[in-house]
């Protein structure tokens, strides 16, 4: 038997935040065999975590749809969980992922990971960012002055797409099949739309990802990283400062992502960070 978890990721308190499954092998398994346990949990990703020797840890990642190079929350939650378990301490640890190596520092109950080196991979036309507005029933009107549609990477790519203000977001509708076909042609894990936040937050977010069979996800590391990396090119996020991330309401599980950025020279870092509660836990019999 093998220990299986429920974490609740990016929240301080049970029941929020963002749900993950996390698994500790007693033994190395088969990739179709980890595809059957995420489909099992119905989870938005479940990791799969195993501690090397020299104090590292190997982690992979399926949604029930498929395997995953990265995923933020799933981090969050192991890290949370392996010190909750007292498998690891406080200081630094490297995570090693599909995405490369990532630096986890753990320090208390908050956990921060460090993102891969943001890139904008491209900004969208005006045609190509209107058709995605219409896929929330949504038009360009609903967009910023001067926050174009843009796709970004930190580890894994999404679509940062602007919206006037927090009415704006949440009267957004999804249609699945649309924002599941233009992620397909983007070649994008999915949608992460914000508006400007005020004196609470950095911004508010809802992230959509209906390509992995995940319509609608309340907390997402990997996103929230990117849309650091869009706000500090759009001069709204200073290097040193500690953002704050609104997302899921639109779930009815608000979640709090933070982030900061480093800049040295030409060389940009962001560091993604968040806490995570046990919800539950359980053997796998297999």
């Not at 869009?230 to 953002?243: A, F, H, I, K, S």
């Amino acid at each position: 038997m093998m220990q299986a978890y429920v974490m609740d990721a990016f929240s301080a308190r049970l029941f929020g935040g963002n749900q993950a499954g996390v698994v500790l092998p007693d033994r190395p398994l088969e990739d179709g065999l980890m595809q059957q346990i995420a489909a099992e949990f119905k989870h938005s990703e479940t990791a799969f975590v195993t501690k090397n020797d020299d104090g590292s840890v190997n982690l992979r990642y399926f949604t029930p749809a498929g395997e995953v190079d990265l995923c933020g929350h799933a981090t969050i939650a192991s890290f949370a969980l392996l010190r909750k378990l007292e498998r690891i301490g406080d200081g630094d640890c490297i995570a090693h992922t599909r995405s490369g190596d990532l630096n986890i520092a753990i320090g208390g109950e908050t956990v921060w990971m460090d993102m891969a080196p943001p890139q904008l991979l491209r900004t969208l036309t005006g045609d190509e960012a209107a058709e995605l507005y219409a896929a929330y029933g949504l038009t360009p009107a609903d967009c910023p002055e001067g926050f174009p549609a843009k796709i970004i990477t930190t580890g894994l790519a999404d679509i940062m797409l602007p919206v006037r203000d927090h009415d704006t977001l949440m009267r957004a509708v999804q249609n699945e099949a649309a924002v599941t076909e233009l992620s397909r042609r983007y070649d994008c894990v999915g949608v992460h739309m914000f508006c400007p936040g005020d004196d609470t937050c950095t911004a508010w977010c809802s992230n959509f990802a209906p390509l992995y069979d995940i319509p609608e996800e309340c907390a997402t590391g990997t996103s929230n990283g990117a849309l650091t990396y869009y706000l500090y090119q759009q001069g709204m996020v200073r290097p040193g400062d500690e953002n704050v991330f609104i997302q899921g309401e639109h779930m009815g599980r608000p979640s709090e992502i933070r982030s900061r950025l480093t800049a040295d020279g030409g060389t940009v870092l962001i560091r993604v960070g968040g806490r995570a509660v046990m919800s539950m836990s359980c053997e796998l019999k297999i």
